[in-house]
């Protein structure tokens, strides 16, 4: 978007703590955006972005963000909102009336519900067409624990929803992961028993192997004008979680998978950005939905190298309720320093726990050369590192050693 028709646009974003935020930052501050960052803790790495005009710690009470985000908005004419977490999202939906004239870049709670309960997404997706990993009743896992053979193990244990979930076990003193894996029946039904006691009934579903596959668009007035594919080549941690090392796909050669996408989308009615990961299954090459993020990913700065503009394309459409239809350039390749190299530890140790099993993986040894040689190959990218902005890469990497260190002790 040209420069000057930004120069009234005074973006707020929320949750710069992490390379979503960062990324967010950025893009808004390249178009030309005055951009307005807060986060919770000082270190967030989106504070030491040279795009960023104005910064606020967000108080740490929980009913303090509301009261926190109308005074910013008064004091420093705010146009508009962004969230990247979907606790602050749920927060600010509940007193959405209040923010009048301001544009919330965030599905409201009717869209947002449909894609948080993920029993009940899953269920939506099985009758669109889309595959989902098959499931299981808690319930009958602990009546009937004799109907588990070893050959479907691990089995995966989430939160159903992973906002008021793990608050309610954190309540009764347990601790889960995003993504937690069980090996034996005993141990699963240990966990699933402690967690209905807890009065939560989690998500128990089969594990599906194979490379992680991301769907991103920007659904405009039931269309995709925004498009992007990517293949996840490493994640942490390495059974499947965020970003490592990922690489653009060009969306008409995912063909039927990706009309498939934007046809759930449809179906779900849905409005603005959404990322639909998928499982890519090794021995049948079919897609398996994950999840839906109804909100920015973490891959978001691979769309950005690959040369397509989630962030600043979504204030467009807000603008003038139009953008020029686009989709990524296929074959870059972006890389998290910090994330890499965890995986590669982890590769090196070849462990096993209930964060997952490791992937099959190539040569330990020629992955790490991968990684020192990365900086030479001709498009390759960061999630973090940018030469014109390099401060948050120099505090993340610090924050990372620091974080290390404190392991050690």
Same mark, same amino acid.
């Given at each position: 978007?040209?420069?000057?028709?930004? =120069?009234h646009i005074?973006a707020?974003?929320?949750?710069?703590?992490?390379?979503?935020g960062?990324a @967010?930052?950025?893009?808004?501050?390249?178009a030309?955006i005055?951009?307005i960052?807060?986060?919770?803790?000082?270190?967030?790495?989106?504070?030491s &972005?040279r795009?960023?005009?104005?910064?606020?710690?967000?108080? %740490?009470?929980?009913?303090?963000?509301? %009261?926190f985000?109308?005074?910013?908005?008064r004091?420093?004419a705010?146009?508009h909102?962004?969230?990247?977490?979907?606790a602050? @999202?749920?927060?600010?939906n509940?007193h959405?009336?209040e923010? #009048?004239?301001?544009?919330?870049?965030?599905?409201?709670? &009717?869209?947002l519900s449909?894609v948080?309960?993920?029993?009940?997404?899953?269920q939506?997706?099985?009758?669109?067409g889309?595959r989902?990993?098959?499931?299981?009743d %808690?319930?009958e896992?602990?009546?009937?624990p004799?109907r588990f053979e070893s050959?479907?193990?691990?089995? @995966?244990?989430?939160a159903? =929803?992973?906002?008021?979930d793990?608050l309610?076990?954190?309540r009764?003193?347990? #601790?889960i992961q995003?993504?937690?894996?069980?090996?034996?029946?005993?141990a699963?039904r240990?966990?699933?028993?402690?967690?209905?006691?807890?009065g939560?009934?989690?998500?128990?579903?089969?594990y599906?192997?194979?490379?992680?596959v991301?769907?991103t668009?920007?659904?405009?007035?039931?269309?995709a004008?925004?498009?992007?594919?990517?293949?996840r080549?490493?994640?942490?941690?390495p059974?499947?979680?965020?970003s490592a090392?990922c690489?653009?796909?060009?969306?008409d050669?995912?063909?039927?998978?990706?009309?498939?996408?934007v046809?759930?989308?449809?179906s779900?009615?849905w409005e603005?950005?959404?990322?639909l990961?998928?499982?890519?299954?090794?021995?049948?090459?079919e897609?398996?939905?994950?999840?839906?993020?109804?909100?920015?990913?973490?891959?978001l700065?691979?769309?950005?190298?690959s040369?397509?503009?989630?962030?600043? =394309?979504?204030?467009?459409?807000? #603008?003038?309720?139009?953008?020029t239809?686009?989709?990524c @350039?296929?074959?870059?390749r972006?890389?998290?320093?910090?994330?890499?190299?965890?995986?590669?530890?982890e590769i090196?140790?070849k462990?096993r726990?209930?964060?997952?099993?490791?992937p099959?993986s190539?040569?330990?040894?020629?992955q790490?050369?991968g990684f020192?040689t990365?900086p030479l190959?001709?498009g390759?990218?960061?999630?973090?590192f940018?030469?014109?902005?390099p401060?948050?890469?120099?505090?993340d990497?610090?924050?990372?050693?620091?974080?290390?260190?404190k392991?050690k002790?």
């Amino acid at each position: 978007m040209p420069e000057s028709n930004q =120069d009234h646009i005074r973006a707020l974003v929320i949750g710069v703590g992490g390379r979503i935020g960062l990324a @967010i930052v950025r893009e808004l501050g390249e178009a030309g955006i005055h951009v307005i960052a807060a986060s919770r803790g000082r270190d967030a790495l989106g504070f030491s &972005s040279r795009y960023v005009a104005k910064k606020y710690l967000i108080p %740490p009470g929980v009913d303090d963000l509301v %009261p926190f985000v109308s005074e910013v908005i008064r004091s420093d004419a705010v146009t508009h909102v962004f969230a990247v977490w979907e606790a602050d @999202i749920i927060r600010l939906n509940d007193h959405r009336h209040e923010f #009048q004239g301001v544009e919330m870049m965030f599905p409201d709670h &009717s869209q947002l519900s449909k894609v948080l309960d993920k029993r009940l997404l899953n269920q939506e997706a099985s009758k669109f067409g889309l595959r989902v990993p098959p499931m299981y009743d %808690p319930h009958e896992v602990l009546s009937h624990p004799n109907r588990f053979e070893s050959g479907q193990f691990p089995i @995966i244990v989430k939160a159903n =929803d992973v906002n008021e979930d793990p608050l309610r076990l954190q309540r009764s003193g347990i #601790q889960i992961q995003k993504c937690e894996y069980y090996y034996d029946i005993d141990a699963l039904r240990a966990r699933i028993e402690r967690m209905l006691n807890a009065g939560v009934v989690p998500m128990v579903q089969a594990y599906c192997p194979g490379e992680g596959v991301g769907h991103t668009v920007l659904m405009h007035d039931g269309e995709a004008v925004v498009r992007c594919a990517h293949k996840r080549l490493h994640e942490w941690p390495p059974s499947g979680g965020i970003s490592a090392l990922c690489e653009s796909l060009d969306p008409d050669e995912e063909g039927e998978a990706f009309e498939k996408t934007v046809g759930f989308l449809k179906s779900l009615d849905w409005e603005g950005v959404a990322m639909l990961e998928y499982r890519r299954n090794p021995h049948d090459g079919e897609l398996y939905l994950i999840e839906v993020n109804g909100r920015f990913w973490g891959s978001l700065p691979l769309a950005y190298h690959s040369g397509v503009r989630f962030v600043s =394309d979504s204030v467009q459409c807000k #603008q003038r309720g139009t953008v020029t239809r686009k989709k990524c @350039i296929p074959g870059i390749r972006c890389l998290s320093f910090v994330h890499e190299a965890k995986y590669l530890w982890e590769i090196l140790r070849k462990t096993r726990s209930n964060a997952g099993p490791a992937p099959e993986s190539g040569s330990p040894l020629w992955q790490a050369v991968g990684f020192l040689t990365y900086p030479l190959r001709p498009g390759n990218h960061y999630f973090v590192f940018n030469i014109m902005d390099p401060i948050p890469f120099i505090n993340d990497t610090r924050n990372a050693l620091r974080d290390a260190l404190k392991l050690k002790k």
